[in-house]
């Protein structure tokens, strides 16, 4: 299957810094990609979905110049928290699809566990 | 309408027993139904998958029931075995590939 990777796997940081999180595809060519917000013994939110070369869109409720989301090119994917809280800490979890993979199957990565303290 | 509700919360089953997990939904518009197993700390992994013109998809020891004048589905883990312990989440697919997901159901499965 195909495979999507996260960096970094896990980050601690202050309150009001800003976290950068990478997604990537390594065997296939994504064309779109999710982001999720998972908080403990919960489902996955979708945050936004990223398309290559256009801008991200946002659900509902999710503040989006809070959640910046690049999608420079068609094997990475970044979210950026900015001025992060301590309640954005969270399971942040990002998936893919498109040419390569399956059209309709999403292949997650390992996702990244972000603490604010 | 969005929604896609799943049951139960959690699910205790002895080792060789059968897991059965239930999911509903009520927009017409979902395409298509994966099935996902999460362990702690990690993303989701897809398990299984079925289109609604088919009834029944068989992979395994897993297997999707769908029942599409219903709105409903179900994943069937035969034979349980303790390492299929895990968070299953059921998901429906729409609007160009977005995902709703089920809220999950912890599954034990005792030794």
């Known amino acids: 299957g195909a495979v999507v990777s996260q960096h970094p796997s896990r980050v601690i940081c202050k309150s009001g810094t800003s976290v950068k999180i990478e997604c990537r595809s390594l065997d296939f060519q994504a064309t779109t990609m999710f982001w999720y917000r998972q908080f403990p013994k919960q489902s996955l939110m979708l945050m936004a979905t990223?398309?290559?070369?256009?801008?991200?869109?946002?659900e509902q409720g999710v503040e989006k110049d809070k959640f910046l989301i690049n999608h420079a090119s068609l094997t990475l994917s970044t979210l950026t928290v900015t001025s992060a809280h301590p309640e954005d800490s969270s399971f942040y979890i990002c998936?893919?699809?498109?040419?390569?993979?399956?059209?309709?199957?999403?292949?997650f990565g390992p996702g990244t566990r972000l603490t604010v303290l | 309408q969005q929604q896609v509700k799943q049951s139960p919360q959690s699910l205790i089953v002895q080792k060789g027993g059968i897991s059965i997990i239930n999911c509903a939904y009520e927009?017409?518009?979902?395409?298509?139904f994966p099935w996902y197993q999460q362990f702690p700390g990690k993303g989701p992994a897809l398990l299984i998958a079925?289109?609604?013109?088919?009834s029944e998809k068989k992979e395994g020891r897993f297997t999707i029931s769908f029942n599409k004048s219903a709105k409903q589905f179900s994943l069937h883990i035969m034979d349980s075995q303790p390492g299929d312990s895990a968070t299953y989440f059921c998901a429906a697919v729409y609007q160009g590939g977005k995902l709703i997901f089920g809220q999950g159901t912890e599954l034990s499965v005792k030794p």
């Open positions: 927009n017409t518009a979902f395409d298509y």
């Open positions: 998936s893919a699809y498109g040419w390569g993979g399956s059209t309709d199957t999403q292949y």
């Open positions: 079925i289109r609604p013109d088919v």
């Open positions: 990223s398309n290559e070369g256009s801008k991200a869109t946002y």
